[in-house]
């Protein structure tokens, strides 16, 4: 496939997942997503946000490796299907299926997905994604508030939606879809955002 580089302003009629992958970076680090033709773009993440996403896929890498589950966790990955391209802020991916050489990574082959709550991203991040990926059958979903006061909110598969699991605010043990446990600390978190 010939990928040839475009503009946003060029483009005509509803993108798809080539169109978006053959888009240059973008000057200022926003992020290009992806729904149904629909091109979202958001802001590169400030430095509060990448802290707190770098600490809890630590935790998330460390419980997956101490049970020698098959899983990679990643910042910022991009995850396809045949009209949908995200990136999420944290994403937990199996191993099989994914190279060093993955561009982007199939959505089906995701069992949790992090996105982290910023005042460009509420509705995105509460509402809209949420719903996508309880649709795309994504295990699990932590949505992470950093207002007022940071927390996890812990989201579980439930049909074809996800029910609220639990609200990490301190120190707890979290099972992610029944693979493996993650021990949070969010108290470490607050430190290391105060550093």
């Known amino acids: 496939m010939s990928v040839t580089k475009t503009r946003i302003d060029d483009h005509v009629g509803p993108w798809t ?20 033709g629909v091109l979202f773009i958001s802001p590169a993440p400030g430095l509060a946000h990448q802290i707190v996403s770098s600490a809890l896929r630590g935790r998330i890498d460390a419980g ?13 990955v991009m995850v396809a299907n045949d009209s949908r391209l995200f990136i999420p802020d944290i994403a937990v991916v199996d191993r099989a299926v994914v190279s060093r050489h993955t561009l982007a990574a199939p959505l089906e ?22 719903a996508l990926y309880a649709q795309a059958k ?18 579980a598969l439930d049909g074809d939606t996800y029910r609220e699991a639990a609200t990490i605010t301190g120190k707890a043990s979290v099972d992610v879809a029944g693979e493996f446990t993650v021990e949070l600390d969010l108290d470490a978190v607050r430190r290391e955002l105060e550093g």
């Open 17 to 36: 997942v080539e169109d978006v992958l053959a888009l240059p970076a973008h000057p200022a680090r926003a992020r290009y997503e992806l729904v149904d």
């Open 138 to 155: 994504v295990p699990a979903y932590w949505r992470v508030e950093m207002e007022p006061d940071l927390c996890v909110v812990v989201h």
């Open 109 to 130: 082959a995701m069992l949790l997905f992090g996105e982290i709550v910023s005042p460009f991203s509420r509705a995105a991040d509460r509402i809209l994604k949420p």
């Open 64 to 76: 997956s490796t101490r049970s020698g589950a098959r899983f990679l966790t990643a910042g910022a």
